[in-house]
């Protein structure tokens, strides 16, 4: 792949994460700032220390929140285009359309179902300001071997395939990153700071709500994106302009 079709994924990539940004930035607002404003109430309930804040709640659910997700959604669809550059022709013979899909897929299971399972997303006023380096270090490090063990399984299967076939060295592969996962779950330190009197329904609303952002910006991505790289890459033949053949010159 040339250096300039590398560069129009990437802007594609770039643009198509800014839109997948814009989707993902409703779902937060409205499902994600609700169990958000909640979980802050009860913290301000339970706690006899109040701060003042740096920036008001209002800015932060607004324009704090539409910076965030979408300076997130422009920068993970540029590192996206660029895993999809090489990933392009090298996972099986699929379109470029499929190929995103698939990429979205599979980069939304390792870079946050699996680590999100570990160590899910909690509200404001859950955790210990104490162990927040720890928590953060954990959950980073739950991310870095999801991806690392994703990339393996996908090698894997590759080096599987002539010998047992597509369908069973998927299988093969799949089974082996479940395994070493299911490990990492039992050896890594398990993290349990919710108040035994935090509202379960609350908590579960807004993990849920947690899930499906990163759901929509990924599923969003996929097929802007896979629309964007089909177009680019396998162009249709431009129709003539007047819908009949040019006569032959003499």
């Known amino acids: 792949m040339n250096s300039a079709t590398v560069r129009n994924l990437l802007v594609r990539g770039m643009l198509a994460g800014l839109a997948a940004g814009v989707l993902a930035l409703v779902v937060a607002y409205l499902l994600g700032e609700p169990s958000v404003d909640k979980a802050i109430a009860f913290e301000d309930a339970h706690s ?16 704090g929140l539409a910076t965030g997700v979408l300076v997130y959604g422009v920068a993970f669809g540029g590192i996206a285009a660029l895993a999809y550059c090489f990933a392009l022709g090298r996972v099986g013979r699929f379109s470029p359309r499929a190929t995103a899909l698939l990429l979205s897929g599979c980069a939304l299971l390792a870079v946050y179902v699996v680590p999100f399972l570990k160590y899910p997303a909690n509200p404001p006023s859950v955790g210990d300001p104490d162990t927040i380096s720890k928590r953060t270090t954990l959950y ?51 993290i349990n700071e919710v108040p035994k009197d935090f509202p379960a329904a609350l908590l579960w609303r807004f993990r849920l709500s947690a899930l499906a952002i990163q759901s929509v910006l990924w599923a969003g991505f996929g097929l802007l994106f896979g629309e964007l790289a089909e177009r680019l890459l396998n162009p249709k033949p431009a129709a003539a302009a007047s819908g009949r053949a040019v006569p032959a010159a003499h």
């Open 140 to 190: 980073f490090l739950m991310m870095l071997l999801s991806v690392l063990l994703a990339v393996a399984a996908t090698i894997l299967g590759k080096r599987l395939a002539p010998s047992l076939g597509t369908w069973w060295a998927t299988v093969v592969a799949v089974a082996a990153f479940a395994l070493v996962i299911g490990l990492a779950y039992a050896f890594l330190p398990v």
């Open 48 to 63: 006899h220390e109040h701060e003042m804040e740096v920036v008001s709640r209002s800015l932060q659910s607004t324009a």
